[in-house]
C-alpha cells in the first residue's frame, strides 16, 4: 500500500519506518529541507534503538523516501498520516494550528479518493474539524475519509511496540476506510479496535492520564513506605502480582516528565473542563508528580546544606532511559535548580549529554560514568540507565568528597552501597541507610 506521512518527527519517522519494512511505499513529508536532506542521506536526528537500522535499510530497498512536498504526499498515498506536532498551550490545552494548516494543503491537492489519518495526539472531536476544514477547502468535491489511529509508543521501544503492538484502535467514519486501515496493518498480529472517530481520540488520553495515574500512585506511596521504614520496591512487587493491577507503571521515582505525559495530563483536564466535567483525580496526580520532584530536590539541600561552590555529579539527562530526548526532563529540571543555587554539576548520559549542553550550557559533561564522582560532594542517579548498575562505584566512592548517594530511580542495592562506603538515599526505602 502506498502511505505518506507528513510530518517526519519522532512520531512520523518511526511509523513509517516501520510500515516500511512491513512492506509498504512509504514517503516522509516534513517542511524542515535540512531534516529532509540529512534523512535522505540515510542520518538520523534522533535516538531511538533500531531505528536507524531500519531507515537505512528500507531506503537502500527504495520502499522509504523523504520530501518537503504535501502535494506529493497526497499524490503518493491512499493513507495520509497526519504526524506533526501538537504542543502544549499556557492554558493545557493543544495548539492545533499545525493539524488544521496540513489538512488545508491536502484539501487543495486532492484529486483522489484519500483516507486522513490523525496519528498526533489531539483533543477529542478534533477528526470532526479536520473532515470540516478539508470539505470546505477541497473546492473539486473530492471523497475522502477521515480517522483517528493514535499511536501508543514509548521512547526507547518505539520500533517494538509499533512492530508489536497492544492493540491497534481505529476511528471511522464510514466502514470503507475501516477496511483499508484493516489492510495496512494487516501483517501485524494485534487486536484491532474499530471505534467512531471521538471515541478512538479519547483512548488516547484516557490510557496517559491513567498511566501517569499510576505512576504518581507509587511515588504518594513511596511517601508512606519513607515514613513507615517499608521499601517502596517490595510493596510494588507484592501489588504488581494481583493480575488486576499489573507491575508495569508502578515504579517509584523523582517524578514523569517526557513529552508525553506531562502534556497529555495538562490537556485531558483541559478538554474535560470544556466538556463541563472538573476532572479532579487527574489535577491531583499532576500536583504529585511536581511534589516529588520537589522532595527529592530538598532530601539533596537537606543533606548538602548549602549547594553553593558544591559539586554534583549527576548520572542521567534524557527523561527516561534509551531515548535522548531532554523535552521535559526531570534531571535537566534538577541540574538547573542545582546550577541556579550555585553548584557545579558534573553530568554523564550515555546519548543525551549533548543535546542537554545545548538546553544547559553551564553543565559539564563528562565522558564516562564514573568521572561525574571526581570531587563531588555526592552522586545523583537521575535516569534509569541500566549502565549505571555497572559503574566501577567502589572507583567513584574514592574520587568523592562526600559518600552521599541520591538514587532517584532506586536503581542500586542499598546494603551493597552501604558496603561499598556510601550514605545511600533511595525513593520511599525507609530511613537513609548508611
Same mark, same amino acid.
Given at each position: 500500500m502506498n502511505v505518506s506521512m507528513v510530518g517526519s518527527g519522532y512520531v512520523g519517522l518511526t511509523t513509517g519506518a516501520c510500515f516500511a519494512e512491513l512492506g509498504h511505499q512509504v514517503l516522509c513529508v516534513d517542511n524542515d529541507a535540512e531534516k529532509v536532506a540529512l534523512l535522505s542521506r540515510g542520518e538520523i536526528p534522533i535516538y531511538e534503538p533500531g531505528l536507524e537500522e531500519l531507515v537505512r535499510g528500507n531506503a537502500a530497498k527504495g520502499r522509504l523516501r523523504f520530501s518537503t512536498s504535501v502535494a506529493e504526499a497526497v499524490d503518493h498515498g491512499l493513507v495520509i498520516f497526519l504526524t506533526v506536532p501538537t504542543p502544549p498551550q499556557p492554558d493545557g490545552s493543544v495548539d492545533l494550528r499545525y493539524v488544521e494548516k496540513v489538512a488545508r494543503e491536502i484539501a487543495r491537492h486532492l484529486r483522489d479518493y484519500r483516507v486522513i489519518v490523525d496519528k498526533s495526539t489531539v483533543p477529542v472531536r478534533t477528526g470532526e474539524k479536520v473532515a470540516q476544514t478539508i470539505a470546505r477547502y477541497n473546492t473539486q468535491g473530492v471523497d475522502f475519509d477521515v480517522v483517528s489511529n493514535p499511536e501508543f509508543l514509548r521512547e526507547g521501544c518505539a520500533v517494538h511496540d509499533l512492530l508489536h503492538p497492544d492493540r491497534i484502535v481505529i476511528g471511522v467514519q464510514r466502514p470503507r476506510a475501516a477496511e483499508i486501515m484493516?489492510?495496512?496493518?494487516?501483517?501485524?498480529?494485534?487486536? /484491532?479496535? /474499530?471505534?467512531?472517530?471521538?471515541?478512538?481520540?479519547?483512548?488516547?488520553?484516557?490510557?496517559?492520564?491513567?498511566?501517569?495515574?499510576?505512576?504518581?500512585?507509587?511515588?504518594?506511596?513511596?511517601?508512606?513506605?519513607?515514613?513507615?521504614?517499608?521499601?517502596?520496591?517490595?510493596?510494588a512487587e507484592g501489588m504488581g502480582l494481583d493480575q488486576r493491577i499489573g507491575k508495569a507503571f508502578l515504579k517509584a521515582g523523582?517524578?514523569?516528565?517526557?513529552?508525553?505525559?506531562?502534556?497529555?495530563?495538562?490537556?485531558?483536564?483541559?478538554?474535560?473542563?470544556?466538556?463541563?466535567?472538573?476532572?479532579?483525580? =487527574?489535577?491531583?496526580?499532576?500536583?504529585?508528580?511536581?511534589?516529588?520532584?520537589?522532595?527529592?530536590?530538598?532530601?539533596?539541600?537537606?543533606?548538602?546544606?548549602?549547594?553553593?561552590?558544591?559539586?554534583?555529579?549527576?548520572?542521567?539527562?534524557?527523561?527516561?532511559?534509551?531515548?535522548?530526548?531532554?523535552?521535559?526532563? #526531570?534531571? =535537566?529540571?534538577?541540574?538547573?535548580?542545582?546550577?541556579?543555587?550555585?553548584?557545579? /554539576?558534573?553530568?554523564?548520559?550515555? /546519548?543525551?549529554?549533548?543535546?542537554?549542553?545545548? #538546553? =544547559?550550557?553551564?553543565? @559539564?559533561?563528562?565522558?564516562?560514568?564514573? @568521572?561525574?564522582?571526581?570531587?563531588?560532594?555526592?552522586?545523583?542517579?537521575?535516569?534509569?540507565?541500566?549502565?549505571?548498575?555497572?559503574?566501577?562505584?567502589?572507583?567513584?566512592?574514592?574520587?568523592?568528597?562526600?559518600?552521599?548517594?541520591?538514587?532517584?530511580?532506586? =536503581?542500586?542495592?542499598?546494603?551493597?552501597?552501604?558496603?561499598?562506603?556510601?550514605?545511600?538515599?533511595?525513593?520511599?526505602r525507609g530511613l537513609r541507610i548508611g
Open positions: 484493516k489492510e495496512l496493518y494487516r501483517p501485524i498480529a494485534a487486536p /484491532v479496535v /474499530v471505534t467512531d472517530l471521538n471515541s478512538a481520540e479519547l483512548i488516547k488520553h484516557a490510557s496517559n492520564s491513567f498511566l501517569a495515574l499510576k505512576i504518581s500512585y507509587i511515588n504518594a506511596l513511596s511517601q508512606i513506605c519513607e515514613r513507615a521504614g517499608a521499601d517502596v520496591d517490595l510493596v523523582i517524578g514523569y516528565g517526557g513529552s508525553c505525559f506531562p502534556k497529555d495530563l495538562a490537556a485531558f483536564i483541559r478538554i474535560s473542563e470544556e466538556l463541563g466535567y472538573d476532572f479532579r483525580l =487527574l489535577k491531583e496526580v499532576a500536583a504529585i508528580n511536581e511534589e516529588q520532584k520537589e522532595r527529592f530536590f530538598k532530601k539533596i539541600r537537606r543533606a548538602l546544606w548549602v549547594l553553593e561552590e558544591k559539586t554534583i555529579g549527576l548520572l542521567g539527562l534524557a527523561f527516561k532511559a534509551n531515548t535522548d530526548d531532554v523535552r521535559n526532563s #526531570v534531571a =535537566l529540571e534538577l541540574a538547573s535548580r542545582f546550577l541556579r543555587e550555585g553548584a557545579r /554539576v558534573r553530568a554523564y548520559d550515555p /546519548v543525551a549529554g549533548r543535546k542537554a549542553q545545548r #538546553v =544547559l550550557r553551564e553543565l @559539564e559533561i563528562c565522558e564516562v560514568g564514573e @568521572e561525574v564522582a571526581r570531587g563531588a560532594d555526592c552522586v545523583v542517579i537521575a535516569t534509569e540507565w541500566d549502565e549505571f548498575r555497572r559503574l566501577d562505584w567502589a572507583r567513584m566512592r574514592k574520587w568523592m568528597i562526600s559518600p552521599l548517594l541520591f538514587d532517584g530511580r532506586n =536503581l542500586l542495592d542499598p546494603a551493597h552501597m552501604v558496603a561499598l562506603g556510601f550514605q545511600y538515599e533511595g525513593v520511599g
